[in-house]
């Protein structure tokens, strides 16, 4: 019995890999390591060959953590918009395809030549092509480099990898031998062969149907009960869902995800859904990590230490030469081509699944099987320390070699230039401005009926509540040139504009205020630009009444951008005063008065001559360079 039986095994075990995740991946974090190489030794730690703190039940987890996979995948398949996926299929098909193609050709022929029978060959070369895309792409992100030319190759790579999962899945029983299974077979096994490609390619055309003309209108009506808890369970409900389908027809529940993914990617809840996930997926990845981790057969590498170091290193050293080689070819530079080698050099998550499979399907022997586990999980282990070399002592001597980060043209993701949060009687004027201008503009809003009015005008929208970081993040708010708060509710505003202010000081910020008060506790806050709705409009009504008063135009019109400047001046100024009541009415007060005899000075200027003296050159230049003193 281990500690994790105590207290009830679900308890136990949650208190244990908690424990680990909260001590291990600090510590990893500060000593500069990333925090997947901090999940990995926390498994490592809390193994049966560590403190023992789980057991045989780390089998049961790791099946439990895989779902953290799924969840990467399908937030990866809302990344990537039908469109962007096809600019996509050059690399996708030519560095990917070709990385798998060479690594699986390569493994197999070793196996061959070391006796193996051509079919175990053939899987152990299927297992072995494949790398992690759960470590690659989070040590990539952690260290700031997925939209790198690295990065970016390395995503396409990997995508093909999860892609090619599924016709792997599905040759692996053919290359076993036929065994009685000793449970019940899964219902789809009974059908026929015609049968059972209609009902695989019905089920994949639903998921494809349903994302793309059913989940709009769910979405929607569940939107519109301003429930965030009932939206996140509509989520997790969806990517469950998903996995359990296309398990129950014996497909990949991580490909299956990742296809609705896509499908959903020009969802105007994409956002939302990605928010709601994303801190489950992150939970559960690092859970995984922590399942490879206390995964590893220690014992099988203390009686076999020099045979699990060659396949270690040999999977490790194959992998990296045919990276690096594929990366010269599609023109990367000598740093860029040794980057792209040493992160996919590695063994992947998918290879426990294919293992298992074809240990159960008997196209390997379980010793075998078990032994290329091994390989698989230290090569897993030791990538973050191989990303680290080569970040510190590789990277720095071709460093002039190497251009600033940047994203490639074809695998870039769109950013819009302006991100509005709220869209009411405010922001449809702003919105249709900027589009005007020519400036493209997100606006993000928990309105369902304006999210599906904004696209039928054809404007990019997306539901969700813009005080939260995350969906900030996704929404792309650190890229934009500027961010626009409009929404109308006055605490919703606040909230907005502190997490603005906290993660993306940067980016100009933009605030609607519905009042004095408002606008002034904005700028107690540090707001640098601050309007209040109903201001200018009321300023355009003042200026034709003047006008219908017998007020000259150009002097109605000249008063009420008086009346503007003196009133964003005094604004800031009151601010200040605000909590001294007797100071703040003295100090209105006083620049009432001074309003007035502004006026009225001005109302003095009449035009002479045919000439507006309202307009005049030189006192247009004064104000301008008195707002520039201001700042």
């Not at 994790?4 to 095994?9: P, Q």
């Amino acid at each position: 019995m281990t500690l994790a039986d105590g207290g009830g095994d679900l308890l136990g075990q949650t208190f244990v890999y908690l424990t680990a995740a909260v001590v291990s991946v600090p510590i990893a974090k500060r000593l500069g390591l990333g925090s997947v190489l901090g999940y990995l030794i926390a498994g490592v730690a809390i193994g049966p060959f560590g403190l023992a703190l789980v057991g045989e039940e780390g089998t049961d987890v790791m099946h439990f953590a895989e779902f953290g996979v799924v969840m990467m995948l399908f937030l990866i398949g809302l990344e990537l918009r039908p469109a962007l996926l096809w600019k996509m299929r050059a690399p996708i098909l030519g560095q990917g395809g070709l990385q798998v193609l060479l690594t699986l050709g390569a493994v197999a022929g070793i196996g061959l030549g070391f006796g193996l029978p051509p079919s175990e060959a053939l899987v152990i070369g299927m297992m072995l092509a494949l790398s992690s895309t759960a470590i690659v792409l989070q040590t990539l992100e952690e260290k700031g480099t997925s939209k790198s030319t690295v990065g970016q190759s390395a995503f396409a790579v990997l995508l093909f990898q999860d892609i090619a999962v599924i016709p792997m899945l599905a040759v692996m029983p053919l290359l076993g031998v036929a065994v009685e299974n000793s449970g019940d077979p899964l219902w789809i096994e009974t059908l026929p062969g015609w049968a059972h490609g209609l009902v695989v390619l019905g089920v994949v055309a639903g998921i494809v149907i349903g994302g793309r003309y059913l989940a709009r209108p769910v979405f929607r009506f569940i939107a519109a009960a301003r429930l965030r808890e009932i939206f996140t369970a509509a989520a997790l409900l969806l990517v469950v869902g998903i996995a359990l389908l296309m398990g129950a027809v014996g497909l990949s529940a991580a490909l299956g995800t990742f296809l609705a993914g896509v499908v959903l990617a020009d969802n105007e809840f994409r956002h939302e859904l990605e928010a709601d996930v994303e801190p489950f997926k992150g939970l559960l990845l690092g859970l995984f990590f922590i399942a490879v981790g206390a995964a590893i057969d220690f014992e099988l590498l203390a009686n076999a230490p020099l045979t699990v170091a060659g396949l270690v290193l040999g999977l490790m050293t194959l992998k990296f030469v045919i990276l690096f080689g594929i990366g010269r070819v599609f023109r990367l530079k000598l740093p860029e081509a040794l980057g792209f080698g040493a992160s996919l050099a590695q063994g992947g998550e998918f290879a426990f699944v294919l293992g298992s499979f074809a240990v159960q399907s008997q196209a390997l022997p379980e010793d075998t099987g078990a032994l290329v586990i091994v390989a698989v999980a230290l090569s897993m282990l030791l990538t973050p320390l191989v990303l680290l070399f080569d970040e510190r002592f590789v990277q720095p001597r071709f460093a002039r070699l190497i251009d600033e980060p940047q994203t490639s043209p074809d695998l870039a993701l769109n950013r819009e230039q302006v991100v509005i949060a709220g869209f009411g009687r405010f922001g449809v004027t702003l919105l249709r401005l900027l589009k005007a201008s020519g400036f493209e503009a997100t606006v993000l809003d928990t309105d369902a009926a304006q999210i599906e009015a904004l696209e039928r005008f054809g404007h990019l929208a997306y539901y969700g509540d813009a005080a939260r970081p995350e969906l900030l993040e996704m929404a792309g708010v650190g890229q934009a040139r500027a961010f626009v708060v409009a929404v109308e509710d006055t605490e919703k505003t606040y909230e907005i504009v502190r997490q603005a202010m906290k993660h993306y000081p940067h980016v100009p910020l933009y605030v609607r205020a519905r009042d004095m008060a408002q606008a002034q506790t904005l700028i107690e806050m540090g707001c640098k630009v601050v309007e209040r709705e109903t201001l200018g409009s009321a300023l355009e009504l003042g200026s034709e009444v003047l006008t219908g008063l017998g007020v000259p135009a150009n002097v109605a019109h000249r008063k009420a951008r008086l009346f503007r400047r003196h009133e964003g001046r005094m604004m800031r100024e009151l601010a200040s005063l605000r909590g001294d009541d007797h100071a703040y009415i003295a100090r209105a007060r006083l620049r009432s008065d001074e309003l007035e005899r502004l006026l009225e000075s001005e109302s003095a200027s009449e035009p002479i001559d045919g000439q507006d003296v309202a307009f005049d050159v030189e006192e247009l230049l004064r104000e301008v360079r008195d707002d520039e003193a201001r700042g």
